[in-house]
């Protein structure tokens, strides 16, 4: 769920909502910090989570109460980790920004998410005055400003405030005046490029999408490559494979499944973006097949760091069988490099270098 998606829905058809974010936490807290919960329908629907259990229904309690005053707030939370009653097993401290938002945020919800889809980075900044957000802005990575009403003199440290939060992807928070400002980190949205419409590749845009990837989907089938098989896709190509290579943009914030109809055509499209600049690179298949595709890169001269940065075959290993399950464990990987987990290299590929050192030998012998 993108919250922002939600606030958007429903500025369409409310005056105004509340919103919660969590903008800073220390110790052992319940959620992470820019956690976000929206209240709307006069405080009756809650969306998002700010960490669940009685700690959240405090939020929910202040949320409400400043619904109809279209107040803001930073209010700190202390959280008892002997407190089991609660839900919460935590020691930790947070605070979180209460707000009103009206429709004057659309315009900065507008370039902020126009922004994010292109993956880039950006901050949304929050000025506070006397219990009232007063403004509420959005500065992109190039130094560009909009909604900063002109009245407030704090352009300069604004922009240098979020040229390090863009920097660090931590949120800033300072005072100048009788003003609080609030900057925080909005990621670039990062794409996953699905090469083959098949069966799996319909379970992989669908989840990919629900966890925040912009989805490109192509296939040089008509019957495969089409909106209806994939509704959620930012993008559909239907093009031979190779050409479509040749314009699509793929970029350090880029992820690659190659997952087409047949193992030829996988080692045709991996061979072509091997040496592009893409975050993560996985190919569906079997051991031996990948296994002989590497031979085949090798034979072809392709460097072994650039073979190494291969996901193959493609998933963490959670015994998947069904489409429905390979799609879970692929885009789980996907997850797990995104935010840097254990698995970020996956254990398929801690041998890779005594792999292909073997295959290496063997190709010099002319061995099969």
């Not at 950006?122 to 002109?150: H, M, R, W, Y």
């Not at 494979?241 to 880029?254: E, Q």
Request: with cysteine; hydrophobic share 40%.
């Amino acid at each position: 769920m993108d919250i922002f998606q939600e606030i958007l829905k429903s500025l369409e058809h409310e005056e105004h909502i509340m919103l919660a974010t969590i903008i800073s936490t220390t110790g052992s807290t319940p959620a992470a910090e820019l956690s976000k919960m929206v209240v709307r329908n006069h405080g009756l629907t809650a969306v998002g989570t700010v960490g669940g259990g009685c700690m959240e229904a405090e939020v929910l309690t202040w949320m409400r109460s400043l619904y109809d005053k279209k107040e803001a707030k930073i209010v700190t939370f202390h959280l008892n980790e002997d407190n089991v009653e609660s839900g919460l097993i935590c020691g930790g401290s947070l605070d979180v920004l209460i707000e009103s938002l009206d429709r004057s945020f659309l315009p900065v919800l507008d370039e902020q998410m126009e922004t994010r889809s292109r993956g880039r980075d950006s901050a949304l900044v929050t000025v506070l005055q006397e219990c009232k957000s007063i403004a509420k802005c959005f500065v992109d990575d190039n130094d560009g400003i909009v909604s900063l009403p002109t009245h407030l003199n704090l352009k300069s440290r604004i922009l240098e405030s979020a040229r390090e939060v863009i920097k660090t992807h931590q949120v800033d928070r300072f005072r100048v005046e009788d003003y609080e400002i609030v900057v925080e980190p909005n990621a670039g949205q990062p794409s996953l490029i699905i090469f083959g419409g098949g069966h799996v590749s319909k379970f992989v845009s669908r989840f990919a999408a629900q966890v925040g990837f912009r989805v490109t989907v192509v296939d040089d089938r008509v019957a495969f490559a089409n909106k209806e098989r994939f509704p959620e896709a930012a993008e559909i190509v239907c093009e031979d494979f190779l050409k479509a290579i040749d314009r699509l943009s793929i970029t350090p914030k880029t992820y690659v499944a190659i997952i087409t109809r047949g193992h030829k055509f996988d080692e045709v499209v991996l061979e072509r973006i091997i040496r592009s600049e893409a975050k993560y690179m996985g190919v569906i298949g079997s051991k031996r097949k990948v296994l002989t595709a590497y031979k085949h890169y090798l034979q072809k001269g392709i460097p072994r760091e650039l073979i190494e940065r291969i996901h193959g075959p493609i998933g963490l290993d959670i015994g998947a069988i069904t489409a429905e399950e390979i799609g879970i464990s692929i885009v789980s990987e996907l997850i797990s490099v995104r935010r840097g987990g254990r698995s970020a290299v996956p254990t398929k590929s801690l041998d890779m270098p005594k792999l292909l050192s073997s295959l290496e030998e063997k190709s010099a012998k002319g061995e099969p």
